[in-house]
């Protein structure tokens, strides 16, 4: 009988663990002041003299993150760079800086999990942040027709859609460049508004009417970037 209860007992210390790791749920919308749905000529054309600033932003659906609920709350994190933000994302510029902006309505606690969330997913960004707002935040996306929207207080703004045929110059368009932020499903699409008006970067930005935005989900079982079930 005391071997079993051994047994038990260590069987339970396996699991828990696991039941107590963080998992998070929601949806990301990204936009950036270069084409990332568009074809070579465009993108190359860019690079070096676009592209250095962008917006990432987490809907959090349900989960948690250092065992603090997120659930509904959202979170966005403006970059700037000296360099496009290209194939390498957050990591090819060789100076960066970024902004933290929290939903206004979560709790001191939650507000420090949606920091250190941010932080933990944003790669680089995470590293370089030299400032943190609290606005109320909305923050949507219907991930069949791929349209989404994002208010920030009067700090940001995005209104996103899915592209159309008459979005295609020369007919050679990809998704040129990778989403900034690992997210389990994404499609590129256009930026109907994308501004950015906040302080600490040294610039703000407005990209209306670009192909420069990534509609996406996520699922996050711990860690920085670890996906459950991707692709």
């Not at 700037?80 to 957050?90: E, F, H, K, P, S």
Request: with cysteine; hydrophobic share 45%.
């Amino acid at each position: 009988m005391s071997n079993r209860i051994l047994a038990l007992v260590a069987l339970v210390a396996m699991v828990l663990p696991a039941a107590a790791a963080d998992s998070v749920t929601g949806t990301y919308l990204e936009s950036r002041t270069c084409q990332v749905y568009t074809g070579p000529c465009f993108a190359n054309a860019e690079t070096a003299l676009a592209g250095r600033e962008a917006l990432m932003a987490w809907n959090i659906e349900s989960g948690k993150h250092n065992n603090v609920d997120l659930a509904g709350l959202s979170v966005v994190v403006a970059v700037r760079g000296n360099d496009t933000l290209a194939y390498q994302g957050v990591d090819d510029p060789k100076e960066l800086k970024s902004a933290i902006i929290v939903d206004a309505k979560a709790s001191a606690a939650q507000k420090e999990a949606l920091v250190a969330f941010a932080k933990e997913h944003a790669g680089r960004a995470g590293r370089e942040v030299v400032r943190v707002d609290a606005v109320p935040i909305t923050m949507s996306m219907d991930s069949v027709e791929l349209k989404g929207e994002l208010q920030a207080g009067e700090i940001a703004k995005l209104t996103t859609r899915k592209a159309r045929p008459g979005d295609c110059i020369c007919s050679n368009e990809v998704q040129f460049y990778p989403p900034l932020a690992k997210i389990n499903r994404f499609a590129a699409g256009v930026a109907i508004e994308a501004e950015f008006k906040g302080h600490g970067l040294g610039a703000t930005w407005s990209t209306p009417e670009s192909r420069s935005v990534y509609m996406g989900e996520f699922h996050y079982r711990s860690g920085p970037g670890d996906l459950a079930g991707s692709e």
